[in-house]
């Protein structure tokens, strides 16, 4: 089995390294090919991860190499992990809309929206080229704003599916919390990628027992202490929301905290450089502690746990994935994205039926929905007008000054990453 990782440069390859490492049984790799332009960077990473599959006894080979075409061809399944732009990019999309009021986020509002614009037709043109060398290929997109991305490439006719780590990371901790293992917890999970609440946890599958009720009753102030949000809004609303509905819960309140403080893409490019020092380490042969702290916890497992059920041949498993909607929200159009449970094998996902959504939050999916077929539309189109009623759709920007404030910005900020500008 062969797998490539587009964007095999980035500081958190190890992670996923360490995984297929630990995983080997569930996923037999004969051959991993990690691709990415920036070569020294490359290089390094590539070391590690050879030192990584040494030690823990893995026969696969480790390749690298920055010829994209080459590196894809023959492969089973091609992992695309990239950040176009890289940390500077980040750092940008994290700041201007700071000087418009709003949120700055590199997934949600008007950063998410810069970042979209920037990837989306870099993640098809490299679709196109793994379609031509290997067209049997699954594309599995880690690449952010995964719903946006993973759409895309299904109206494309791409064989993909969108992974985020949010649902795994609920997963462990209510476990943990229950003190149960996570293969016996059930998350009805429901929602857009990085627009999902809890609406239930059950244990050992769809139609087992709730355990919600119990868990907020013991553990609502841990679990609103990781969300950053008062536990009243939890006693509230009945459900876990995810971390990223605090931009909308909290907005004003996230505006100030991010004025006021570092951004996070200068704590990860700092942190980036302290992982590049200790990657050229060669005693190094695992995942240093601090890339536990660079984000995307247990982001391996569910890689691992995908490309398992989309090319092994031992049945299908159901896993969080973000895939067509095909009628699984009834309120949405068939062609949205949506990130729900969903039974996966070698043909691709198909979504369990999903729990109702309450109005509350129906409203802000359907909003948010629109955002996105007008994000898509101008990341793929382009043109000023484009982006403008994009971000004049996105709920938390909506005012017809801040969207054209907003519109100039990132235009300013992107020029040398939007081709039709």
Request: hydrophobic letters at 45%.
């Amino acid at each position: 089995m062969k797998l490539a990782v587009v964007g095999g440069g980035s500081t958190y390859t190890p992670e996923l390294i360490d995984g297929f490492a630990r995983l080997r049984d569930s996923l037999p790799i004969s051959e991993l090919v990690l691709i990415d332009p920036a070569a020294g960077r490359l290089e390094l990473i590539g070391g590690l991860a050879r030192r990584i599959f040494a030690r823990q006894g893995h026969p696969g080979r480790i390749t690298t190499t920055s010829d994209l075409d080459a590196g894809v061809e023959g492969a089973d399944a091609v992992l695309i992990q990239l950040r176009v732009g890289g940390q500077a990019a980040r750092l940008q999309d994290e700041t201007w809309p700071l000087e418009c009021g709003c949120v700055g986020q590199e997934t949600t509002g008007a950063g998410g929206l810069a970042k979209a614009l920037r990837t989306v037709p870099v993640v098809l043109d490299i679709a196109e080229r793994v379609r031509r060398a290997s067209p049997d290929a699954w594309i599995i997109d880690f690449t952010n704003p995964v719903g946006i991305v993973t759409r895309a490439l299904l109206q494309a006719g791409h064989k993909a599916v969108g992974l985020c780590n949010v649902a795994i990371g609920f997963q462990r901790k209510f476990a943990a919390l229950l003190d149960l293992a996570p293969a016996d917890l059930h998350l009805d999970h429901v929602g857009l990628n990085h627009l999902t609440w809890e609406l239930g946890v059950r244990r050992g599958g769809p139609d087992g027992e709730d355990l919600l009720p119990r868990l907020l009753a013991d553990h609502a102030d841990a679990i609103a202490g990781d969300l950053h949000l008062p536990r009243a809004v939890l006693d509230r609303l009945g459900v876990v929301p995810s971390y990223y509905l605090r931009y909308f819960y909290a907005h004003d309140e996230v505006v100030r905290e991010l004025g006021s403080k570092p951004s996070r893409a200068a704590e990860v490019a700092a942190m980036e450089r302290e992982l590049l020092a200790l990657y050229g380490d060669p005693a190094l042969d695992e995942k240093p502690a601090l890339l536990a702290k660079r984000g995307g916890a247990f982001y391996s497992e569910a890689a691992v746990d995908l490309a398992a059920s989309l090319l092994g041949d031992g049945g299908a498993a159901v896993q969080v994935v973000n895939t067509r909607n095909d009628g699984t929200l009834p309120f949405l159009p068939d062609d949205a994205v949506v990130e729900v449970q969903a039974r996966v094998d070698g043909s691709g996902p198909v979504p369990l039926a999903a729990p109702r959504l309450d109005p509350l939050y129906a409203g802000l999916v359907a909003h948010v929905t629109a955002y996105e077929d007008l994000a898509l539309d101008a990341a793929v189109r382009g043109g000023r007008e484009r982006v403008f009623h994009a971000l004049l759709a996105h709920p938390l920007v909506g005012q017809f000054d801040r969207a054209e404030a907003l519109t100039d910005r990132l235009l300013a900020h992107n020029k040398e990453h939007l081709a039709w500008l």
